[in-house]
T-cell receptor, first 112, second 112 residues
Framework: DVKVTQSSRYLVKRTGEKVFLECVQD?????MFWYRQDPGLGLRLIYF???????EKGDIPEGYSVSREKKERFSLILESASTNQTSMYLC???????????FGPGTRLTVL | DAKTTQPPSMDCAEGRAANLPCNHS???????VYWYRQIHSQGPQYIIH???NNETNEMASLIITEDRKSSTLILPHATLRDTAVYYC?????????????FGGGTRLMVKP
């Protein structure tokens, strides 16, 4: 079974802190994604990566950056956390052009 | 990607079939219908997808109308563990980023 893991299930940070969210997948998938999910807004794409060291902006990249140094790992970075970045963050991966994405359990981030 | 419309919530008795409708009247010829679900506090889970023929797998069946303007996801024998939010997505099989965008979905409550 494909497994996508995220470094934390719950995280509390203060405004202005630099925050790292880590995601690891174990099925050699080329594509990896970072979404945030907010009530009433559904799932929105922040960034995605289709190969090591490659990244593309999604719908809402402002305030975020990403890093993909190894194929299995995709990191989301909040350079200076703000309260409006309080959200559920979901990582996903997929193989090739398939639209079957495998999601991690999510990280619920609270920025105070 | 075509927009989808789903009822916000539905109830189903345990052991009965759950039929979840989705309208996608603006679907274009190369767009597929995908279904995901999200159980509380977990990441989304892929269920099934189809283009125009009905599809069945171990989780569910997907019935797409002949004009492709609507579809129904069928869980043949719903269990309490099927209580989740179900998302219907319409999109091409491949596009830049391969990203998903979820709308509000249908909150299915399976009751004993």
């Amino acid at each position: 079974d494909v497994k996508v893991t995220q470094s934390s299930r719950y995280l509390v940070k203060r405004t202005g802190e630099k925050v790292f969210l880590e995601c690891v997948q174990d099925m050699d998938h080329e594509n990896m994604f970072w979404y945030r999910q907010d009530p009433g807004l559904g799932l929105r794409l922040i960034y995605f990566s289709y190969d090591v060291k490659m990244k593309e902006k999604g719908d809402i990249p402002e305030g975020y950056s990403v890093s993909r140094e190894k194929k299995e790992r995709f990191s989301l970075i909040l350079e200076s956390a703000s309260t409006n970045q309080t959200s559920m963050y979901l990582c996903a991966s997929s193989f090739g052009v398939s639209n079957e994405q495998f999601f991690g359990p999510g990280t619920r981030l609270t920025v105070l | 990607d075509a927009k989808t419309t789903q009822p916000p919530s539905m109830d189903c008795a345990e052991g009965r079939a759950a039929n979840l409708p989705c309208n996608h009247s603006t679907i274009s010829g190369n767009e597929y219908v995908y279904w995901y679900r999200q159980i509380h506090s977990q990441g989304p889970q892929y269920i099934i997808h189809g283009l125009k023929n009905n599809e069945t797998n171990e989780m569910a069946s997907l019935i797409i109308t002949e004009d492709r303007k609507s579809s129904t996801l069928i869980l043949p024998h719903a269990t309490l563990r099927d209580t989740a939010v179900y998302y219907c997505i319409v999109r091409t099989s491949y596009n830049a980023g391969n990203m998903l965008t979820f709308g509000g979905g249908t909150r299915l409550m399976v009751k004993p």
